[in-house]
């Protein structure tokens, strides 16, 4: 393209703050939401309670993906 | 087993490594190579001051009680952390703009700088803390009383609280800014914040690798009951969550951790992920722990003890050291970071406005109120410890450990209504957040506080167990007959329901003052606003020598002789002092707010500088915010208008040119229609002469005459146009004078002599012999006159044909009317006549091209009268036209 969009960055920064407000949110729905019953059955995984996988499991996944965010959103 | 010399041994070492640690990063502070002290990840560590003594040993104790219930607490946190963006920024900057001294100091600054509100929070933060602050005593001496030392447990309470207090006065008050960081003691909170994550890992893996043969053994470990999970999602499991993310917020070390010292804003970026992620790894273990401690330690051994009794029982005597020493630094640091944060309130919002007020007629010419202020902060850190003491002595460390933490998490999340309240709706008032807070910590206090003491403190037992005075719906564990619950979820659910309602309600019934008005906008708008604009303050009544004098008695004399050369560096002025403009007074109450709160800075500034109201420029300036929003919508209303009327006019003027348009085309035809029928005629003529050589004379002669005729005929039409177009135009100015209607009656009917005759018209003259004079042209009147006759004697023959002119004076006019008898107009026809070239009948009588009327019409009302006809619906025996003019005044 001849004329880059100005308006990307903008866009993209804006989309990236929605993000970073939703993630609370999406961090809420999975662990304070009745979701969580459907891992709380007797089921084990490598020989750990499946409910002990999943909190654990999304609690990892929030702090990573609050890491790629908080660097991005710094840069921006 | 450890012996109790070593013990003491190692815990002294310990507190005597924190003071050098504190002492040397004082000291390279001092220096200014302040480098990785003021690092994100310092930060982040000094933020897990939020895992307590209660974290350490008492999360193991509630897993092996109530299974995984116990990451709630640290859920809530990882929430708000990665939530960081929305709210945590938005406090920070807050914080940072209005130089926020504590919790107290952030509500009672968003609500007017109001002392009362700051007074309330206050002692709610320390009834809160209280207990808080026991129950890390407590958990220091249940940890020595495991090595089975035999010691006096209150004895080894006191000393530790002692020590406590030594550290936070030697490190916590240095410096009378509270805005300033306290490098010494976030330096040593964040060692004792790695201390306590690897005593807590390295037994953890210890338990899960050196007792169990791994996570899974582990887990096989657990008796059936553990491991029920199918009830984890509850109404506690969300009101554990919920809370722990408000008490995040509101409790005080939290707050002054995370906003009061921060460095810098782009650390909690880093904050954001980082804490969230030692939370999850300081949890990661306590499930496996508290199995462990559940399958091996005999039964009746104390739960909240397992970090410390496994490694023992297992005869890791170095680990149970390490373990010890995690609880140590746990405990330690909340105590620590606790007292500073309440020191700073009670001293900045208690103490100094009393003492402000009596000596409010000395404030401008006692000594140094620097002295008094660090004096009045050290009291408070040690009479806040040695309450923390006294309330460990009178409960006798009852209760398990995680209860107890959880009723001050429940008080201070009293705070949230307000705090959210102010950061994100402008409406939010003073009264609102007095009676939201006020109603939340009277129930959250006969709900939940109150009840803890089992009956020995305020409630008795028997009010406990059956209501005030026998009231069975104000039982405080089923308030309104609400059971069912766990008694957490039970008072906060009322709580919280009171708190937030009335909140609400008050802040919808009244109206906030001035300065909470300019507060609330700072608050709401803190990204909207420019840094400089500030908060407002007062009068220019102040002299800056007063200003200077108070500025040096709180901040010292150096920075106050930094600050006003700054100053008046800025005002432009190379030397002296600067002016005691209004930017001086905000600048300077900004920073007082640093050392000893909102609410006191803003009184003191406001003794001096004269008055604590807002002046008219500040009322100006919020009006103005109202005025600009309000002025904006009524533009575009005005617009909107405007444009709708534009467009309006535009259409009429539209249809006006179209229908002008038509006019043209039409008048056009017609005229080239008239030209060409006499051009035909003297054409043919002409040509019939120049072709026919044997025309007899008196023919040639005929035609002749016929030529002649009919170029007169096209000569008058022609001059009739130009006529009225020049009319029409409005160019030619008529000479307007005084006229006799006689006279020029008299001419009209002379030049029209030939014509009447011919026709056998009577003409019936009634104006009389009197002249009356009217403002007019005598030669267009006549002519006016004239066209009206020779209409009347082509149209408007009767039989016998009669013409009468009368004569009417009315209200400074004359109107003269001439009236025929002929066959009349119809009402239809009654604006057709004054059109160009409308003959009504086809009856094309030579001479006439249709435009006497029109012109006629004209010519009146360029001499500012008028022609009419006068017509009823019915068709009229006869025409009637009125012609009108002024009268002259002579």
Known sequence: MKNPDLGTSTTRKRKLRDSAVLLPVLGAFLLVSPLITIFTGAGTLFGLPLIFIYIFGVWLGLVLAARAMARRLDKG | ?890
């Open chain 2, 1 to 890: 087993m450890l012996s109790l010399n070593t013990l003491i041994v190692a815990s002294l070492g310990y507190a005597a490594l924190l003071f050098a640690i504190a002492f040397w990063a004082e000291r390279r502070a001092a220096a200014g190579r302040i480098g990785w002290l003021r690092s994100p990840f310092v930060y982040t560590l000094s933020i897990s001051v939020y895992c307590t003594g209660w974290t350490f040993y008492g999360a193991v104790g509630s897993a092996a009680r109530n299974g995984f219930e116990f990451v709630t607490i640290y859920l809530g946190p990882t929430l708000v952390f990665i939530g960081w963006w929305w709210l945590l920024r938005k406090l920070l900057r807050v914080g940072r703009a209005q130089r926020i001294t504590s919790i107290a100091d952030l509500i009672s600054s968003r609500y007017g700088k109001s002392t009362s509100l700051a007074v309330l929070v206050t002692l709610m933060a320390v009834i809160g803390s209280t207990p808080y602050i026991a129950l890390q005593l407590q958990s220091i001496t249940l940890s020595f009383s495991v090595f089975d030392t035999g010691d006096n447990a209150n004895l080894t309470a006191f000393w530790v609280a002692a020590g406590l207090a030594a550290f936070t006065i030697v490190f916590g008050t240095r410096n009378v800014d509270a805005n300033e960081r306290h490098h010494g003691v976030v330096t040593a909170i964040a060692v004792e914040a790695i201390v306590k994550l690897v005593a807590l890992l390295s037994v953890g893996v210890f338990v899960v690798w050196g007792i169990g043969g791994g996570p899974a053994e582990i887990f096989a470990m657990a008796d059936t009951e553990m491991l029920q999970f199918e009830s984890i999602f509850s109404a506690r499991w969300v009101s554990l969550t919920m809370l722990s993310a408000m008490a995040i917020l509101t409790l005080p070390r939290m707050f002054q951790v995370i906003v009061v010292e921060n460095a810098d804003e782009r650390h909690l970026a880093t904050a954001s992920w980082a804490f969230p992620g030692y939370l999850l790894l300081i949890s990661l273990f306590v499930l496996p722990i508290a199995i462990a401690g559940n399958a091996l330690l005999p039964a009746g051994s104390n739960p909240d003890l397992y970090v410390l009794s496994l490694p023992l029982a297992q005869g890791q005597n170095n680990l149970a050291l390490l373990a010890f020493l995690g609880g140590f630094s746990a405990a330690t640091s909340m105590v620590i970071i606790a007292a500073i944060a309440l020191s700073t309130m009670v001293s900045n919002h208690i103490i100094m406005p009393l003492w402000l007020r009596l000596n409010s007629k000395k404030t401008q010419t006692s000594g140094d109120v620097r002295t008094i202020l660090l004096r009045s902060r050290r009291l408070s850190i040690a009479g806040i410890l040695l309450l923390g003491y006294l309330y460990f002595r009178l409960t006798g460390g009852s209760g398990a450990l995680a209860s107890i933490g959880l009723i001050a998490f429940a008080g201070s999340a009293q705070i949230i209504p307000s705090l959210l309240g102010g950061l994100f709706w402008r409406g939010a008032t003073r009264n609102g957040a007095i009676l939201g807070l006020l109603a939340g910590f009277a129930l959250w206090a006969y709900t939940l506080f109150l009840p803890s003491f089992e009956g020995a403190f305020i409630l008795s037992q028997a009010t406990l167990e059956n209501g005030p005075f026998g009231l069975a719906f104000l039982k405080p564990s089923a308030l309104f007959g609400l059971t069912g619950y766990d008694p957490l979820v039970h008072s906060l659910f009322w709580s919280m329901t009171f708190n937030i309602v009335l909140f609400i309600i008050g802040s919808l019934l009244s109206s906030p003052g001035p300065l909470e008005r300019i507060q609330s906008s700072q608050f709401v708008d803190v990204f909207r606003l420019d840094q400089s604009t500030g908060s407002y303050l007062v009068s220019r009544s102040a002299t800056s020598a007063d200003l200077f004098t108070l500025a040096q008695r709180i901040l010292g004399t150096d920075p106050a002789q930094r600050l006003f050369t700054e100053m008046a560096r800025q005002q432009g002025k190379s030397r002296g002092l600067p002016d005691a403009t209004d930017k001086l007074v905000q600048t300077l109450e900004r920073e007082l707010a640093g050392s000893i709160g909102a609410a006191s800075a803003h009184a003191m500034v406001s003794q001096i500088a004269g008055g604590g109201t807002v002046s008219v420029d500040e009322l100006m300036k919020i009006a103005d915010e109202t005025a600009r929003i309000m002025e904006y919508s009524q533009q575009l209303e005005n617009q909107s208008h405007r444009l709708e009327r534009t467009a309006q006019e535009l259409r009429t003027a539209n249809a006006q040119l179209t229908e002008m348009g038509a006019q043209k085309d039409a008048f056009l035809s017609q005229v080239s229609h008239e030209l060409r029928t006499p051009m035909t005629s003297i054409r043919s003529f002409s040509e019939i002469l120049r072709d026919t050589p044997e025309l007899g004379k008196p023919d040639a002669r005929r035609f002749l005459g016929i030529i002649s005729e009919e170029s007169e005929r096209l000569t008058r039409l022609l001059d009739e146009i130009l006529d009225l177009s020049h009319l029409e135009s409005g160019r030619g100015q008529l000479l307007i004078e005084p006229v006799s209607i006689q006279r020029a009656m008299e001419k009209s009917l002379n030049a029209a002599d030939v014509l009447i005759s011919e026709a056998g018209v009577r003409i019936e003259n009634n104006l009389g012999p009197t002249p009356v004079f009217v403002m007019a042209n005598f030669d267009r009147l006549a002519q006016v006159f004239i066209n009206l006759i020779s209409n009347t004697v082509k149209y408007g023959r009767g039989d016998p044909s009669l013409l009468k002119i009368d004569l009417e004076t009315r209200d400074g006019t004359a109107f003269i009317t001439l009236e025929d008898n002929g066959p009349g107009i119809t009402y239809a026809n009654r604006k057709k006549v004054f059109e160009k070239f409308s003959r009504l009948s086809e009856a094309n009588l030579a001479g006439s091209a249709g435009l006497g009327l029109p012109i006629s019409r004209e010519i009146m009302r360029n001499l500012h009268g008028d022609l009419q006809l006068k017509t009823g619906k019915k068709m009229t025996k006869g025409a009637v036209f009125i012609v009108s003019l002024p009268l002259s005044e002579k």
